[in-house]
Each structure stands twice: as C-alpha cells, then as structure tokens.
T-cell receptor, first 111, second 113 residues
Framework: NAGVTQTPKFQVLKTGQSMTLQCAQDMNHNSMYWYRQDPGMGLRLIYYSASEGTTDKGEVPNGYNVSRLNKREFSLRLESAAPSQTSVYFC??????????FGAGTRLSVL | GDSVTQMEGPVTLSEEAFLTINCTYTATGYPSLFWYVQYPGEGLQLLLKATKADDKGSNKGFEATYRKETTSFHLEKGSVQVSDSAVYFCALSDWQSFQKLVFGTGTRLLVSP
C-alpha cells in the first residue's frame, strides 16, 4: 500500500549541478503532477502529465523538465540548479474522484 | 484565473476550542472544493471535499460547506485536539483546468494542551 513514492527525501546541490527527482505511484492513476512548496506561497504546479506519453507546463515550469516514463513513473529534472529552486517538491497522482494523492516530498537545497 | 484565499496563520488554540479557518475562492467554472492537511514532515493528504453547491464535506470531526453564493468553503471543527496541529490548505479543481488543483497559501494551526 505504498501510494506515491518519491526519492530522494533530501538533497543538497551546488549551483549549476543537475539532478532528477523520481516519483512512482502504484494506484494505476492516469494523471500525475509535480508541485513546489515555498513558505507563504502554498503549492505551485510545475508540470503535469494527463496520461502516459503526454506532459504539459504548469504555473512555474522554467528551469525544469519532466519525463513520463510509463504509467507509474513521472520524473522531474533540474538541468542547472539555481538557488531559487531551493524548495520542497511534491509529486501527486489523481483518482477518478479528483482526489490527489501526494508523496512525502523531496527537500532540495541549492547552494 | 482561478484563485483561493485563506486566512493567514498561525491560528493558536487551546485543546477543545472551536476552530474556523476561512477560505474563499474565485473560479470561472463550477469547481470542486477541497481541504488538504499537511502534518510536519509529510505530504498533503485529503481531509474533505465537496463537489457542488450546498454539499457538506466532513471527516474526523471537521466540516466545510460549499457556499456558492458567498464563494466560500470555511473549515470548522467543534473541539480541536493537540493532534490536529498541522497546516491546512484549501484548494479548488475546475473541470476546465484538467483536474489541476489551485491551492491557497495554507494556514498553520497550533493546538496547545
């Protein structure tokens, strides 16, 4: 009964380094999402994937890329990390009742 | 565009006090409304939802009623517990936005014994 699993849980990067945040769900959901959470700003949508093979930009896509590898997995890549990307990142998937299920998050610091 | 406004926190209460967290929304369509809760160090989890006007969502003693006339979805609980300390997010999902959630900024609730 894993739900949505994110790795890693914590990461520290230097400016300019790259990394990929992994997300997998075992609920057979079609749609998946990546959000970032910053103090006082709630959650903001970075990218989403309506179904396997499709991805679309959300509210704050600049500096990020995504890959919907298969129905289960949706990864988020930072090609050249910047201090402004220091945040907590959440992956989510959605069921037919419009309820989103969230992972535990990845805390990223960019120095 | 769609937006959600919720009261700023933190809200500090004593155990067994009455809780209200205000939430109002702006949407062009007919949104579904949600309250999510985030406990320290965890992701968000659904607390309750309502999909049409006058619906009441409820769970774990929390309630919220979808008020279309006032575009509100206030969260209430009659008697809070220390274990309710968390951050609460109001959110909406409009059918036109392909199930994307628009979140409020969150309200931190602190309950003391």
């Amino acid at each position: 009964n894993a739900g949505v699993t994110q790795t890693p849980k914590f990461q520290v990067l230097k400016t300019g380094q790259s990394m990929t945040l992994q997300c997998a769900q075992d609920m057979n959901h079609n749609s998946m999402y990546w959000y970032r959470q910053d103090p006082g700003m709630g959650l903001r949508l970075i990218y989403y994937s309506a179904s396997e093979g499709t991805t679309d930009k959300g509210e704050v896509p600049n500096g990020y890329n995504v890959s919907r590898l298969n129905k289960r997995e949706f990864s988020l890549r930072l090609e050249s990390a910047a201090p402004s990307q220091t945040s907590v990142y959440f992956c989510a998937s959605i069921d037919q009742g419009k309820v989103q299920y969230f992972g535990a998050g990845t805390r990223l610091s960019v120095l | 565009g769609d937006s959600v406004t919720q009261m700023e926190g933190p809200v500090t209460l004593s155990e067994e006090a009455f809780l209200t967290i205000n939430c109002t929304y702006t949407a062009t369509g007919y949104p579904s409304l949600f309250w999510y809760v985030q406990y320290p160090g965890e992701g968000l989890q659904l607390l309750l939802k309502a999909t049409k006007a006058d619906d009441k969502g409820s769970n774990k003693g929390f309630e919220a009623t979808y008020r279309k006339e006032t575009t509100s979805f206030h969260l209430e609980k009659g008697s809070v517990q220390v274990s309710d300390s968390a951050v609460y997010f109001c959110a909406l999902s409009d059918w036109q936005s392909f199930q994307k959630l628009v979140f409020g900024t969150g309200t931190r609730l602190l309950v003391s014994p």
